[in-house]
C-alpha cells in the first residue's frame, strides 16, 4: 500500500480481496430482528467509549451516561482511589437510580427513597435499620460494570468477563496514546439524533466516495488531479477494527478564510508539540462504533450509538491540550469545530435518505467498491459476530 507522502497510488482490489466482493444483504440495516442479535452479539460483548478522564478530575467525580442498547443508566465515578469504576446507576435496595445530574462530585451517593448511601467504590455504607434485612452490607454494593482506560479514552464492557481493553484493541492501544487525546484537558461537542441504522451512519464517515458528491464544496481541498475522490493513501486492518491513512493533497485549493482558521489552530498546536506526531493523517475506528481523527488540528473522536433498528445518536467531540492560551488559539478552536459541524451537517440528509430507501424493501443487497473496503469489513466483522453468538446460544 502506498505512502501518504508519494505519489498516490489508490488501494489495490488485490489487498482487500480476503473481505470478498459479493453484495451484501440490505435487510441488517433495518431488521429489527437482526438489530437484536447485534445489540446482543456485539454491542453487550465489545468495549464501548464512553467518555474521557478528563470529566473525572478528582476522586468523587461522576459522569452519568444512559446507553440507550442496553437499558442502563451507568455513573462513571473516579474513586476516593483514583481508580475509575462504572456502576449501573440503581439502588440495590429496590432498584431508584441514584442520580439525576448529568455530571458532578460527591464523596457519596444516596438514595433518594429510603436513603441506602453508597462510597465511590460502589460500597454500601450505610442503609437505614439495616438489620431488619437479615442480610450483609458486602452483598448489597451497586452491580459493577467493566470500565479501563486507553489513551485518557474510557472504554466500557457489559460482558461478565471481557478480555483485557489492551489485548481488545490488538495492538492500537500504543499507536493511540501518542494522540493529544491522551493529554486532552478539555473539548467541545454535540450531539446529533438521525433516522439511520447505526451501520449507515457509521459507514457514511469511512468511505469517501461521497465527498465530491456531498461535499464538493467543503471538501474542495481534499481533491486533486491524481487522487479526484480524495480516496486513503492505505487502509490498515487490525482484527475488528481498522484504520485508513488519509490522503495528502500536494496542491491543496485552500479557502483565504479556511486557511486563516485551520492557521491558528496549527500555530497553537505546534506551540504545544501537538503536531509532529506519528499518526497525525490517521483514522482509527474501533470496533464497533467508535472513530478519532489523529491530526492534533481537528482532532475529533466520533461514537455512533444504536438506538434502534433505525435509529442512532452520533456523539462528536474535538479534543483540546490545555485552556485556551491567546484569541487567536480560540479562534483556531472555533473554526475548527465549526467547520467539522459544517460539514457533518452536509451528510445527515443524505444518510436518512439512504435508511428510508432501505426500510422501502427495494432492495435485497447493497455493493461496496474497493474503496468502500472498511464498509465491508464492519459489516463482515459484525456479521461473524452474530453468527458465532446465533451458534453458541441457538437463537
Request: proline content about 5%.
Amino acid at each position: 500500500m502506498a505512502d501518504a507522502d508519494q505519489m498516490f497510488e489508490r488501494v489495490k482490489d488485490a489487498d482487500v480481496a480476503f473481505l470478498g466482493t459479493e453484495p451484501i444483504p440490505a435487510a441488517p440495516y433495518y431488521d429489527p430482528d437482526y438489530y437484536e442479535l447485534e445489540r446482543k452479539a456485539v454491542f453487550m460483548r465489545s468495549w464501548i467509549e464512553i467518555g474521557h478522564v478528563c470529566e473525572l478530575p478528582e476522586p468523587g467525580s461522576f459522569i452519568r451516561r444512559e446507553i440507550e442498547f442496553a437499558k442502563a443508566s451507568l455513573l462513571i465515578v473516579r474513586s476516593k482511589d483514583g481508580v475509575i469504576r462504572a456502576f449501573h446507576n440503581v439502588c440495590t435496595h429496590r432498584g431508584t437510580q441514584l442520580v439525576e445530574e448529568a455530571q458532578g462530585k460527591r464523596s457519596k451517593f444516596s438514595c433518594p427513597y429510603h436513603m441506602w448511601t453508597f462510597g465511590t467504590d460502589g460500597a454500601l455504607l450505610s442503609a437505614p435499620d439495616f438489620a431488619s434485612f437479615g442480610i450483609d452490607k458486602k452483598d448489597c454494593a451497586l452491580k459493577q460494570v467493566t470500565a479501563d482506560v486507553c489513551a485518557g479514552l474510557i472504554f466500557i464492557n457489559f460482558a461478565p468477563d471481557p478480555p483485557p481493553l489492551r489485548d481488545w484493541l490488538q495492538g492500537l492501544a500504543e499507536q493511540l496514546e501518542t494522540l493529544p487525546v491522551a493529554q486532552a484537558t478539555t473539548f467541545s461537542e454535540y450531539v446529533y439524533d438521525i433516522d439511520a441504522n447505526w451501520k449507515l451512519t457509521y459507514d457514511n464517515f469511512q468511505e469517501n466516495y461521497h465527498l465530491r458528491f456531498i461535499h464538493s464544496r467543503s471538501g474542495e481541498a481534499a481533491f486533486s488531479a491524481e487522487n479526484p475522490f480524495a480516496y486513503p493513501a492505505a487502509f490498515g486492518f487490525h482484527g475488528p477494527h481498522r484504520t485508513q491513512t488519509l490522503y495528502s493533497n500536494p496542491d491543496p485549493a485552500v479557502k483565504p478564510f479556511a486557511a486563516l482558521g485551520f492557521g491558528r489552530g496549527a500555530v497553537a498546536a505546534a506551540k504545544r508539540n501537538l503536531v509532529s506526531g506519528a499518526h497525525g493523517r490517521s483514522y482509527f475506528a474501533l470496533f464497533p462504533n467508535f472513530f478519532i481523527l489523529g491530526t492534533a488540528v481537528q482532532h475529533f473522536s466520533h461514537v455512533v450509538y444504536p438506538v434502534s433498528a433505525s435509529k442512532s445518536r452520533g456523539v462528536i467531540r474535538l479534543y483540546w491540550v490545555g485552556d485556551d492560551a491567546s484569541a487567536s488559539e480560540r479562534f483556531g478552536r472555533e473554526y475548527a469545530m465549526a467547520t467539522a459541524r459544517d460539514i457533518h451537517a452536509e451528510d445527515r440528509s443524505v444518510i436518512a435518505a439512504g435508511q428510508r430507501g432501505l426500510e422501502s424493501g427495494a432492495l435485497t443487497h447493497i455493493h461496496f467498491q474497493t474503496q468502500e473496503a472498511l464498509c465491508r469489513h464492519l459489516f463482515v466483522s459484525v456479521d461473524k459476530a452474530v453468527a458465532d453468538y446465533r451458534a453458541e446460544t441457538g437463537q
